[in-house]
């Protein structure tokens, strides 16, 4: 193992020592459980071919796959969590910041989950019928995507959580009011 | 029928949605209204019962059974809410129907915590809301003011209206800010081909429409009830059609009689029989918020639903929108507005500084005194400042409106970050 793959993998288990210790210590609906499983799976997945698997090779053909897979994966979740009786996991996807009703949270989960479900088809035939670089458009699409609820959980949630960070600093520094 | 002294029991029988069924004793709360008394439920603490009074009973026994019946099995959907530590109760909805010796005689609903909300009456005379440890500033107000749109808002699209809607109905969580709404039997309802209107009104949250003849369309009622009350919140609890009348402008002097007759001198255009309270702040509020409130309560434009105001408000509210920002003095206040709370304070030093020296004038020439007394009375009406000194200054210290801690927060992002990259790494 390398000093960066050593510091890497440091840097990561302290943030996940952190996520743990400061973890919202209330019931947590089983579709966010089902949604950290599926990464947590790819994760170990990548991890190991990436990494530890010393040379081997992963299946000829899943790589144009890994997209559909990906995609078929949330919408799998998206419908299945709300039909066994769950919240609609879309809430943790693009944040519980915005106020819908429980009607307008199930209409945007079943689009999302209708999108990713085309998304995913779309990509098999790309990849079957286009060549190897408009395939390849396609997949930087999908990470794309995620650059997206990024932006959107930096606009709706770090930047309101940082600014009350900066806040208890400010009230912890300028000590207490007479 | 049985005779009006025999309720309440002390045992009842809850009936719940599904058919399901239990005895339960009530508990004397000691909170009795004009319609029912309110009672604990024993063993069950996140519950009361309504029953109502025996003579009132003896006159809406079937209509009040029909009406509670359908709402125990209608349980509207409402803006899903942040879990907490603690239960949310948006509307005190009856969930279960009380019998007393096998007759209706009222309902149970979820117990709104009293430790943890507040009258939002109080957030109108700011300093009862300091009392309850309330710390009030814009940013607070207008989290308060979305939330109570949102919830009316998701109300009306499942046909479904307050009409009485007034601060007294209203209750505000300390710390959450979200609003509660009470006496969900008066509601008017209009859904799935079940209908019940409702009869009582507050004159002084009714819309001109309606004074004088029943309420013909709830919806535009809630509407302008909304507006009046978020104008309220903004505005230090003055109300829209509260003013000084022009000498001799025919202004009735009560605030019914105003509304009836259009009387609101915080629009955009000056009225030119009424002019805007001294005391009010309404010039530093936002022109996008100012006109909703024109649409609202002045003449002839349509009415702002609940919708739009919880969209204009819902910048206001997150801390992220960036549309609110502090003054020199801390206080928040809206961008090229003058801040609100520095306008008001200088109101009311401005106040005691006139109150200092009418005291001099009253001992020093008596005569003077009496002609500055006199002239000030033909000039207004009321005294706008004697309400606006009862409610001293404001603190400056914003309060997150978000119900999360920072660190569970942080906690969630985390494993989001770690999920993503995941994903994002699985796809090269």
Redo the contacts between chains.
Sequence with gaps: MTAATAILVAV?AA??A??????????IDRGAIA??IA??L??A??LWF?LLADGAAEPAGLAHW??TI?YWTLAAILVAAPALGQ?HPI?YILG??F?????E?KWMNLGFAILFAILGAVNLYIAYRYDETSWGGF?WG??IN?LF??LL?I???????L???L??LV?RWSGP?P | MAPPEALPRDRVRLLWPGGRSESARLLPLGKSGGAGEVFGLEGRPGHVAKVYHAAILAQHRERYERKIRWMVNHRPELPELPSGPEPVVQLAWPVAVVQCEGRFAGFAMEKIDFERTMEIDYLLTRRQAEEEGFAVDYGRLLTVCHNLATLLHCLHRQRIFVVDLKPVNLKVYKTELYVSILDCDGFWIDADGFVCEAPQVTPEYLAPEFHDRNVADPEAQDRFALATIVFRLLNYGIHPYAGVAQPGSPVPAELAGRIRAGYYPYGISPHRQIRATPASVHDCLPDALRALFDRSLGRGAQRVAAREWAQALAGYASRSGGMLERCEHGHLQFPEKPCATCVREGLLRGHLERQRRLLTRLQATPGRAARYVRSTLRGTHTSPFQAALAQGQVTAVQMTPQTASIRNTLSVEIVWVLGLAIAWWWLL
């Design positions: 990561l943030c996940l952190l996520a743990w210790a400061w973890r919202p210590r209330k019931r949604l950290d990464f947590a790819l994760g997945w990548a990436g890994k997209p990906l919240l809430r519980t910041y106020v819908f009703s429980r009607g949270w997949k999908c990470r995620f609820l990024i959980r606009s709706f949630v770090w930047m309101d959580t600014a009350r960070i806040e208890r009230q009011r």
